[in-house]
């Protein structure tokens, strides 16, 4: 089992930025490949962004590429997501998930293993 808990969300104005942490703890954290992804009303959870055990290997959906930045820590058993230049539809419940390695670049949510409970972030105009 891992536990993953979100933190960092709230409320910025657009061209803002954010920096979203995700803790794990219970099995090793490196053993997993972690995402995030994002959930706003009405719509269904897209991918965001994962990253690879070791690092090394990142990918991000189309509609943050450039904007957001996945890196983990894994001395801290800890992901993170900086985001920039924010804007309101990046309005969502941001959720980090962990999924076994070979997944790390995989947009599909049904992949991942474990979730947080995740963390609101609202973008005003």
């Known amino acids: 089992q891992v536990q993953l808990v979100e933190s960092g969300g709230g409320l910025v104005q657009a061209g803002g930025s954010l920096r979203l942490s995700c803790a794990a703890s219970g099995r090793t954290f490196n053993d997993y490949a972690m995402a995030w992804f994002r959930q706003a009303p009405g719509k269904e959870r897209e991918y965001v962004a994962g990253i690879s055990w070791s690092g090394s290997g990142t990918a991000y959906g189309s509609s943050v590429k450039v904007r957001f930045t996945i890196s983990r820590d894994n001395t801290k058993n800890t992901v993170y997501l900086q985001m920039n230049s924010l804007k309101p539809e990046d309005t969502a419940v941001y959720y980090c998930?962990?999924?076994?390695?070979?997944?790390?670049?995989?947009?599909?949510?049904?992949?991942?293993?474990?979730w947080g409970q995740g963390t609101q972030v609202t973008v005003s105009s």
């Open positions: 998930a962990a999924g076994q390695r070979l997944f790390w670049a995989s947009p599909d949510a049904g992949v991942y293993d474990y």
